[in-house]
């Protein structure tokens, strides 16, 4: 049987009842199989990225400002394989009406595979440690708040000016 992991997910949603999808996720999450859920950080919300080009120079119809996101950020002790647990991760999107129009749309569910014990992987479907996680202040904040020990003091110094606030438990 596989050894144990300690693999951190980021939550996120901005659609719909955002704190419910959350807390359905959470939920979901402690049911995978040979998983378990060791700890969750406090709900945050932050303003929704909107780095994706778009607009008329891009040819594409202009997109509404975004609603703000609801986030955070599960520990939990795994004997899938990361391929299985993103896997399980995509199937709960789905089942929460996840769809994917364009780069950083609006979400009912947004699951990320920030880590993955100490593993890197690099391959088409799936890169841990997840690529952006650094400059994130959604992912940075509340995973510091849970593991301390994986987040610095310069990580946190360069996203401190994105807006970002402590709501309370899942």
Known sequence: MRDRVVAYVALGANL????????????????????????????????????????????????PQSPDYL????????????????????????????????????????LDLLLYGSARIDSPSLTVPHPRMGQRAFVLVPLAEIAPQLVNPAQLAAVQDQRIEALGPL
Request: glycine share 4%.
């Open 71 to 110: 986030n955070a950020v599960a520990a939990l002790q795994t004997r899938l394989s990361a391929p299985a647990l993103l896997a399980a991760l995509q199937g709960i999107e789905t089942a929460a009406g996840r769809q994917r129009p364009y780069r950083n749309a609006p979400r009912t569910l947004d």
């Open 16 to 63: 719909g009842d955002a704190h419910s999808a959350l807390q359905h996720a959470l939920a979901a999450l402690e049911k995978l199989p040979l998983t378990e859920v060791l700890a969750c950080s406090l709900v945050y919300r932050t303003a929704a990225l909107d780095d994706a080009p778009f607009g008329i120079d891009c040819k594409q119809p202009e997109r």
